[in-house]
């Protein structure tokens, strides 16, 4: 128990403070008798604790000295841990919206449309993933699996991210794009695609691999849509633009990491860019 006594003048008195459960005890009086005991219970023993570290601070302020028996001070009992900081949420990568039939409608075309240019001269099919990227971003984030209009045709635009040259390919910075429209589940599966595909695309295995390394499919994402972004070609947000969502997606890509035991460095290590100069690029960016 601690002892606190207060000899100045014609005073000697001691303070001796004791916490049990949720109730705080005193017991006080002129130094060399018995003293008083008194008791105060709290609801609960948060309360008490409370009580006591109050107690205690008012006591020193008084000019009362601590004389514990043993020539130290006993330590006050120990306090709740402060709460662990509120981990920051991702941004919503979609505006909220509430799909209606004209918006599926259009989407739908957006995504034929786009369909049926592969294979013809890039600016055409640039052109029409963007149209698609806007008609898709006005439904606020669906799951295409979930309407009809839009199933079919997503799911053969996926397929066409791994197709031969010949039979016209989707790029997978298009890709990715709309994928950045959808909700996540969209992505899973086009990741799941790519990989059984027999013909593999070195950057579109590359994302999917990756995504299933960082173990997080809504990080692996937007890490995705960052390395297949091409800053300064038309449409592309700048280098600038580019470093400022990463410096606002790292800190969660790191967290993710090291909570598996990784690092990021690692993480960019383990991507193979071998075969593809804009992603090597990309990744050296990651840790500039």
Not at 3 to 19: A, H, I, Q
Not at 178 to 193: K, P, Q
Request: net charge positive; hydrophobic share 45%.
């Amino acid at each position: 128990m601690r002892r606190f006594e207060f000899v100045e003048g014609s005073s000697s008195k001691f303070w001796e403070p004791e916490l049990k459960g949720n109730t705080f005890i005193v017991t006080f009086g002129r130094i060399g008798t018995a003293g008083q005991r008194r008791e105060k219970a709290f609801a609960d023993e948060a309360g008490a604790r409370k009580e006591y570290e109050k107690k205690v601070a008012e006591k020193l302020r008084e000019g009362y000295l601590e004389v514990t028996e043993g020539g130290a001070a006993e330590a006050a009992p120990a306090s709740a841990p402060p709460p662990a900081p509120k981990k920051a949420e991702l941004p919503r990568r979609v505006p909220a919206a509430t799909p209606t039939p004209e918006s599926l409608k259009a989407a739908a075309e957006a995504l034929a449309a786009l369909r049926a240019r592969l294979g013809w001269r890039s600016w055409e099919v640039t052109s029409r993933a963007r149209r698609a990227k806007r008609a898709l971003r006005a439904l606020g984030g669906v799951d295409p699996a979930a309407h009809s209009e839009l199933a079919g045709t997503f799911t053969a635009l996926m397929e066409r991210v791994v197709a031969p040259k010949k039979d016209g390919r989707l790029p997978l910075r298009h890709a990715l794009a709309l994928l950045g429209e959808l909700d996540v589940a969209a992505f899973t599966r086009a990741a799941e695609v790519w990989l059984a595909a027999p013909d593999a695309v070195p950057a579109a295995t590359t994302v999917a691999r990756q995504a299933s390394a960082l173990g997080q499919p809504e990080l692996a994402l937007r890490m995705g849509m960052l390395l297949a972004e091409r800053p300064g070609q038309a449409g592309a947000p700048s280098e600038e633009g580019w470093s400022k969502r990463w410096t606002r997606l790292r800190p969660h890509v790191e967290e993710q990491l090291s909570s598996s035991g990784g690092s990021l460095a690692s993480w960019a290590q383990s991507v193979d860019a071998s075969k593809d100069a804009h992603l090597a690029s990309r990744l050296a960016r990651l840790e500039a």
